[in-house]
């Protein structure tokens, strides 16, 4: 299994731009997340996904959409890059509750900046 | 608000010797907490989960203990070595509801060899 696998590695945009994060994961997991880090600073919650078709927002989802056609995909958008986004983006993907230890799998990270 | 909290100033411990991390928090009844260990450029990975009906866990060297009254956690690495050296991470989610984990910002550990 490659557990979660997340695209590109680094990105540079420029102030306007979009682009999108892609995340994927082979583990069957129903649930998955998108994570921002910024130095220093713990990993806040941009958006969840429970299951295909579900999404909902996380503590800092303001600038970002996210969509869940598949198990496997949690690809996020930027819309309008802004310098705020400059950051370092991760995915990770979880078993519902109830069904083993709630394990999150992270992704290696996507490092953004935005200039 | 909900705070977590874990001491922000790396914590520098001898080889050989027990390291004790920190995570207390505010205005938050967790059902479940988890610590992660991160290390640079490399997302968190997951080490122990620890329910609030549960007092203390154990998996091989590492400990860590749950005390609801005083909002706190414990993590404890015995016989810590080099190696151990990384940040580690603690996270709160509730029993009900939406299914999130807030996070804290992390304590970085150094093992002096």
């Known amino acids: 299994n490659a557990g979660v696998t997340q695209t590109p590695k680094f990105r540079i945009l420029k102030i306007g731009q979009s682009m999108t994060l892609q995340c994927a994961q082979d583990?069957?997991?129903?649930?998955m997340y998108w994570y921002r880090q910024d130095p220093g600073m713990g990993l806040k919650l941009i958006y969840y996904?429970?299951?295909?078709?579900?999404?909902d927002k996380g503590e800092v989802p303001n600038g970002y959409n996210v969509s869940r056609s598949t198990t496997e995909d949690f690809p996020l958008r930027l819309e309008l890059a802004a310098p705020s986004q400059t950051s370092v983006y991760f995915c990770?993907?979880?078993?519902?509750?109830?069904?083993?230890?709630?394990?999150?799998?992270f992704g290696p990270g996507t490092r953004l900046l935005v200039l | 608000s909900q705070k977590i909290e874990q001491n922000s100033e790396a914590l520098n411990i001898q080889e050989g010797k027990t390291a004790t991390l920190t995570c207390n928090y505010t205005?938050?009844?967790?059902?479940?907490l988890q610590w992660y260990r991160q290390d640079p450029g490399r997302g968190p990975v997951f080490l122990l989960l620890?329910?609030?009906?549960?007092k203390e866990k154990r998996k091989e060297r590492l400990k860590v203990t749950f005390d609801t009254t005083l909002k706190q956690s414990l993590f404890h690495i015995t016989a810590s070595q080099p190696a151990d050296s990384a940040t580690y991470l603690c996270?709160?989610?509730?029993?009900?509801?939406?299914?999130?984990?807030?996070f804290g910002t992390g304590t970085r550990l150094k093992v002096l060899a």
């Open positions: 990770a993907s979880s078993r519902p509750r109830g069904e083993g230890v709630e394990t999150q799998y």
């Open positions: 583990m069957n997991h129903n649930y």
């Open positions: 996904s429970v299951g295909a078709g579900i999404t």
């Open positions: 205005n938050y009844s967790p059902a479940y």
């Open positions: 620890i329910r609030e009906n549960e």
């Open positions: 996270a709160l989610s509730r029993s009900s509801g939406t299914y999130k984990y807030i």
